[in-house]
Nanobody, 124 residues
């Protein structure tokens, strides 16, 4: 059974940092494009960042460019989202997702498998 598990969320002050992890159980992340998404209360799920199978292609939402970094660690079968200079508007549940294509972009419909999400709260 394919399973994605996110971790690393929590409460952080504005300007702080968090690193989210997306670990896989039952399959190798190398064969999938990976995306990070977030959903704030009352809002639609939106793409934050994505990375191709090889790790050679990445993309970021304009709202997080220069602050967030996505990366693969193949030895740990994990994809990370490093989040720096966090803002209150980054508060949301963050999800990772796996897509069966080489590069799936940041559209929800392009992804086949989803984690359960991890809460990120940015507040003083």
């Amino acid at each position: 059974q394919l399973q994605l598990v996110e971790s690393g969320g929590g409460l952080v002050q504005p300007g702080g940092s968090l690193r989210l992890s997306c670990a896989a159980s039952g399959f190798t992340l190398d064969y999938y494009a990976i995306g990070w998404f977030r959903q704030a209360p009352g809002k639609e799920r939106e793409g934050v960042s994505c990375i191709s199978r090889s790790g050679g292609s990445t993309n970021y939402a304009d709202s997080v460019k220069g602050r967030f970094t996505i990366a693969r660690d193949k030895s740990k079968n994990t994809v990370y989202l490093q989040m720096n200079s966090l803002k209150a508007e980054d508060t949301a549940v963050y999800y990772c997702a796996a897509g069966s294509t080489y590069y799936s972009g940041m559209l929800v419909r392009e992804y086949d498998y989803w984690g359960q999400g991890t809460q990120v709260t940015v507040s003083s």
